[in-house]
């Protein structure tokens, strides 16, 4: 199936520092999402954009469409415990209603 | 606003076995997507339903199959289970979104855990 490039796949950090982690693609999106998902539930939405160029916040993290709309970024500054977990990023292909997701990017915080 | 259900929230059947998922969509929202998702494969996409029709479909065997009633909810049928059909099945619900205008937001129920033996 299609899926998008995400990266890193997995991170381990430590309290406090800052987080960045991307989507990449060859195909136009209209769309992005990014959620976090905990073990054994469903994903919950943290950012959506969209318009090319888009840069919002929720909280500590910050999401940007890249100018592109080929990509997208997602920044979780001064992380906490909470944060562990795994981020996805979903594009809206260009033309359709359809979304592909990218291969997750699994974070570990360290106290 | 409740959020996305989905029944039953566990599930173990046997090869050979079919099975009925449910979904009940946020209150409003007419369009309901279900994804598979394994360790393996991530999140797949499955199938999209909107005002009772199948409006976009993923690249699956014909053993998976859904439909959407008239109030929305939603369920997927799998028939002649196998091993390899052993996911997280998650189901994902829309408002009613404008194509022109650019796209709209997911947001996922709690999925149903099926384990094929």
């Known amino acids: 199936g299609q899926q998008l490039n995400q990266s890193p796949q997995s991170m381990f950090i430590q309290e406090g520092e800052d987080v960045s982690m991307n989507c990449t693609s060859s195909?136009?999106?209209?769309?992005w999402l990014w959620y976090k998902q905990d073990p054994g539930e469903g994903p919950v939405l943290l950012i959506a954009l969209y318009k090319a160029g888009e840069l919002t916040s929720n909280g500590r993290l910050t999401a940007q469409f890249g100018i592109t709309r080929k990509d997208s970024f997602l920044n979780i500054s001064a992380s906490i415990p909470s944060d562990v977990g795994i981020y996805f990023c979903?594009?809206?292909?260009?033309?359709?209603?359809?979304?592909?997701f990218g291969t997750g990017t699994r974070l570990k915080v360290l106290a | 606003k409740a959020g996305v259900t989905q029944t039953p929230r566990y599930l173990i059947k046997t090869r050979g076995q079919q099975v009925t998922l449910s979904c009940s969509p946020i209150?409003?929202?007419?369009?309901v997507s279900w994804y598979q998702q394994t360790p393996g494969q991530g999140l797949q996409f499955l199938f999209e339903y909107f005002s009772e029709t199948q409006r976009n479909k993923g690249n699956f065997p014909g053993r998976f199959s859904g439909r959407q009633f008239s109030n929305s909810r939603s369920e997927m049928n799998v028939s002649t289970l196998e091993l390899g059909d052993s996911a997280l099945y998650l189901c994902?619900?829309?408002?009613?979104?404008?194509?022109?205008?650019?796209?709209?937001?997911?947001?996922f129920g709690p999925g149903t855990r099926l384990t094929v033996t």
């Open positions: 979903a594009g809206q292909l260009a033309g359709t209603y359809k979304y592909i």
């Open positions: 209150s409003g929202h007419r369009s």
């Open positions: 195909s136009i999106f209209n769309t």
């Open positions: 994902a619900s829309s408002p009613e979104g404008i194509l022109s205008a650019g796209g709209y937001e997911q947001y």
